[in-house]
């Protein structure tokens, strides 16, 4: 029984992480059509860049925001100096960016070396708290507490503000919107910058959990991309349900059937792209 | 993208080899030339990494000559990956034509390029642990002394059932043969000395959580895990945050408490038994000297990678003085290999079956925390364990390969 209930609570804080992951990858996905196949390295860049910061004495929180800082400077040059370049050609810019992912890979390699470098829980949240019959880590629920408040303020910035409806109107139809006199190649810009600004951020956040080491870019990748898909693309909503169905179906379903461990994790995917391509909760065909 | 590593160095050693009165003798050997198959990039990097600092450090000591001649070194990366492996070691064999291919680190590329490069007789000396490349399907040309996947899985199995007196235990390791072989030898042990294995978990290799799997535990005295990379670190992690390392001890094989990772592991590791064919705490003179130059050198203390690198180095210096410095007869020099038998290594004594899979110590560890730092400390050391623990040889091969459902779970 308390086994059940653990894998229960366990899916929501994994969920969480999995939102912090993919919000980012869900907003570039959706206004620019393109995957970006550097989301993974921002999430690892960033968890790297919060090492550093935490090696030079910075508070736990403050260092994941300065990785955040960092790494929005890092996706706004990379769509400033590469993608921009490239506007248009889409299979170019994804090529691009899975070019660069093996790049930061390799530098990520160079600066920090191969060995994987666990981040300490911040200090006052490592120990478990009590729910029901079980007993979990409190820093797990910090997480999905942090998820709440990232995707609360990303909605209200997408629903409430002008940039949001600009942001909503490049996603809907780009075209129009230029049209409209939206400048469109300056959300892009912005996008990215945010996108990569909350992985690298969410790299960070999930250090305690995943640790960090050579790998983990390509381990998370494949995770952003099956939540965005099934919750569809530039969908900030999808992105939050999708997080957590996927984590429901990777506890449940390593438990229950382990040996189809991927083909859980994968099968939703595939079915949605065949049935429903647009997503969840997506408007429009990626 | 082979390359000639150590330029420098060798440039640095001949000009000294220079000045002495009888440098034309030597100079008129031309350099043994050794290839190493290692991993520089991607995940696999890291252990690839120590590989090349062991060997280099094991030549520095030697002022890169072995039996008189000079060595060559050229380094190559596979990139972790068994086309890669296939072209450098085409390309170490046929372009730089190599005396000795040291590597490469995984099972999957040894796999890769184990017929061809015993096609053309060049003499292997691998990490990889693959239990059958020195058992149901052997390599001529093949050296292992480090030690097969199950090899030091069978004490650990002894010594959980005798010492710790364990009676139910779980295990845990990821999906794929390395994995396979370890459990199923602790397993086989373990068994055979009253205990039982009751459940098996095989996590895919890419796993970011392991919690779905440590929620499984219930029911048991201790857990078993496997893992290898950068997996026992978030494993361990993950372990000690739910809760279950205080319920039931953790013991591990020697790549999920290997002492290069102890610089990661936090106190989540204290307390870990496990099994190594090598161990930084082993009190011999080479060992002393090899970790404390490559604190000096690397800022790294060495684990099983680093170690056994410089081990096969010390193995080929070993069978390059019995044939007198001659690489040409390759029989001969396989042969030379395989009856290494050393007294002073980084490991202890240690010799080579007939199948050039190494006989020699396993040490089973605690891992502590002394003096503020994590350290692994022997607690009991099994002398000579071959590869077929204490079981006869030909019983032991007439039985399958351990596997995923090899030997069965009982119930």
Request: some cysteine.
């Amino acid at each position: 029984m308390s086994q059940w209930l653990l894998l229960g609570v366990n899916s929501i804080t994994l969920g969480g992480l999995l939102f912090l992951l993919s919000a980012g990858f869900s907003l570039i996905f959706g206004l620019m059509r393109i995957p970006n196949l550097t989301h993974g390295s921002f999430f690892m860049l960033g968890a790297y860049l919060g090492v550093t910061f935490l090696g030079l004495g910075f508070d736990f929180w403050l260092a994941a925001l300065l990785a955040a800082a960092a790494m929005a400077v890092v996706g706004g040059g990379i769509e400033r100096l590469l993608l921009r370049r490239l506007q248009g050609q889409e299979l170019a810019q994804v090529l691009v960016t899975l070019g660069l992912s093996f790049m930061i890979a390799d530098l990520c390699l160079m600066l920090w070396g191969g060995d994987p470098i666990p981040l300490d829980t911040p200090p006052g949240l490592g120990g478990a708290m009590p729910i029901a019959s079980i007993v979990f880590p409190t820093y797990r629920l910090v997480i999905v507490a942090i998820a709440v408040v990232i995707a609360v303020l990303l909605w209200l910035m997408l629903d409430r503000t002008r940039l949001g409806a600009m942001i909503r109107a490049g996603v809907d139809d780009p075209a129009m919107a230029r049209v409209t006199g939206i400048r469109v190649s300056r959300l892009f810009t912005i996008v990215f910058c945010l996108g990569a600004a909350i992985a690298g951020f969410a790299g960070v956040i999930g250090g305690p959990i995943l640790s960090v080491y050579p790998g983990l870019d390509s381990d998370m990748l494949p995770l952003a991309l099956i939540v965005v898909i099934l919750g569809g693309t530039g969908s900030l909503l999808g992105a939050l349900v999708g997080s957590f169905v996927i984590g429901i179906l990777y506890n449940y379903g390593q438990v229950l059937f382990p040996e189809l461990a991927y083909i859980i994790l994968f099968l939703p995917m595939l079915l949605i792209l065949l049935f429903r391509p647009q997503g969840l909760f997506g408007s429009r065909v990626p | 993208m082979a390359f000639t590593l150590d330029r420098r160095k060798f440039l640095a050693g001949t000009a000294a080899a220079a000045s002495l009165p009888w440098a034309p003798a030597i100079a008129a050997a031309p350099p043994v030339r050794i290839g190493l198959l290692t991993v520089k990039t991607g995940p696999l990097a890291q252990g690839g990494i120590q590989m090349q600092q062991g060997f280099e450090l094991f030549l520095k000591h030697r002022n890169s000559t072995l039996a008189g001649r000079k060595v060559d070194l050229i380094v190559a990366d596979t990139g972790g990956n068994p086309a890669g492996a296939k072209t450098k070691a085409q390309e170490l064999i046929e372009r730089d034509q190599v005396d000795v291919i040291v590597g490469p680190l995984a099972a999957f590329e040894l796999l890769a390029i184990t017929a061809y490069v015993e096609q053309h007789k060049v003499p292997m000396l691998s990490l990889a642990a693959a239990d059958d490349m020195t058992q149901r399907k052997p390599n001529a040309y093949f050296v292992r002394a480090s030690a097969t996947s199950s090899q030091c899985m069978h004490p650990l199995g002894d010594y959980a059932a005798k010492d710790m007196k364990l009676k139910r235990v779980a295990t845990i390791s990821e999906d794929f043969a390395f994995g396979y072989e370890q459990i199923g030898g602790f397993q086989e042990v373990f068994e055979d000395a009253g205990g039982r294995v009751v459940k098996k978990l095989w996590p895919p290799l890419v796993t970011a959580d392991f919690t779905p799997y440590i929620s499984q535990f219930s029911g048991i005295d201790g857990v078993v895990n496997g893992f290898a990379g950068s997996n026992p670190i978030k494993f361990n992690q993950q372990y000690a945050e739910l809760g279950a390392k205080a319920k039931y001890p953790i013991l591990g094989g020697w790549t999920a408490y290997d002492d290069a990772l102890l610089k990661s592991f936090g106190d989540d590791a204290v307390g870990a038994i496990s099994a190594s064919w090598y161990s930084s705490d082993l009190d011999t003179p080479s060992n002393k000297r090899m970790v404390a130059d490559m604190v000096k050198d690397y800022g790294n203390i060495p684990g099983g990678y680093a170690a056994g690198l410089y081990i096969n180095g010390m193995c080929i210096e070993a069978a390059l003085q019995k044939t007198d410095g001659k690489t040409e007869d390759k029989p001969a020099l396989i042969a030379a290999l395989r009856a290494v038998s050393l007294t002073d290594t980084p490991r202890g004594a240690f010799h080579f079956d007939h199948f050039g899979n190494v006989v020699g110590n396993v040490f089973i560890r605690r891992l502590e925390r002394k003096d503020g730092k994590l350290t692994n400390t022997i607690i009991k050391t099994y002398p000579d364990v071959s590869q077929f623990w204490t079981y006869n040889e030909k019983d032991y091969l007439a039985k399958p390969v351990y596997s995923r459902d090899y030997p069965p779970l009982k119930s």
